[in-house]
């Protein structure tokens, strides 16, 4: 079997793109992706699904074999004009709101108003994942940790977008990673706020992060990976968010 590097393949919105055949095939090869990588770590009841993702943007790091790429690496974003559009809600404000805390929802709520008074999109980033039978292999790991801020940043770049929110899992400690990127836990009256429990996942805990403006470190990622960005895969159509704006 003839195997060639890592290729960039990003699904915009897969609802509005379901008769593409290569859209179909790599949207399942995500969900296997995500059910490996989700999997074992958590309870059977845990999906690591949710209907956010038929119409989120998947920025998939693929590996082609005979001609036929499979999704190696993955994450994804939600706007928050397309949550709007589609009568969503963010999955990062669901869970400020299950964890029934009070300054995380008020802070998650601060955001959004102030992005929809700015008219400046807001951007959510989850679902981070790598296949746990190639997380040993240093170079592609690498390779995808500076993709996932490399193509961040880009979208900061070419979009209307103010600011991005995340959250980390502190048991995998993706806090210091999302930390060398430029997120900081988000804040209320000027105060770093704690992990809340993300309550779908047995109360693991969960560190509600935000950025406004990437650190030096993503810019290097982003020039060093510009390249692949370049000449990845775009699977995308005329949106219907921005036709209704």
């Known amino acids: 079997m003839k195997k060639t590097g890592l290729e960039v393949v990003t699904i915009d919105n897969f609802y509005e793109n ?3 055949p290569l859209a179909q095939e790599l949207f399942t090869g995500l969900l296997l992706l ?3 990588g989700y999997g074992p770590d958590y309870p059977k009841s845990f999906l ?4 956010v993702d038929f119409v989120a943007i998947h920025h998939l790091f693929c590996i082609r074999e005979n001609q036929k790429l499979t ?5 994804r974003q939600m706007l928050l004009s397309r949550a709007d559009f589609y009568k969503l809600t963010l999955p990062i404000y669901k869970l400020a709101k299950e964890s029934r805390s009070e300054p995380h929802i008020l802070a998650v709520e601060k955001l959004i108003k102030s992005h929809r008074g700015a008219k400046t999109d807001l951007l959510y980033s989850s679902s981070f994942t790598i296949k746990k039978t190639l997380r040993g292999e240093r170079h592609l790991t690498d390779t995808i940790k500076e993709l996932v801020p490399a193509l961040t940043l880009h979208d900061l770049k070419t979009h209307n977008i103010g600011s991005t929110l995340g959250g980390s899992a502190l048991r995998f400690k993706t ?3 999302f930390e060398k990127w430029g997120y900081s836990p988000i804040q209320w ?3 770093p706020l ?4 993300k309550v779908s996942a047995e109360n693991e805990l969960v560190l509600i992060m935000h950025f406004e403006k990437m650190k030096p470190y993503a ?3 982003l020039n060093k990976q510009r390249s692949l960005i370049e000449n990845r895969i775009l699977i995308s159509t005329a949106l219907p968010e921005k036709a209704a704006a």
């Open 175 to 177: 806090d210091s990673l």
């Open 34 to 36: 995500r059910a490996e």
């Open 189 to 191: 009256n000027g105060v």
């Open 219 to 221: 810019e290097e990622c």
């Open 18 to 20: 379901l008769q593409n």
């Open 48 to 51: 690591p699904y949710d209907v």
């Open 194 to 197: 704690p992990p809340v429990k």
């Open 71 to 75: 999704p190696v690496g993955a994450f």
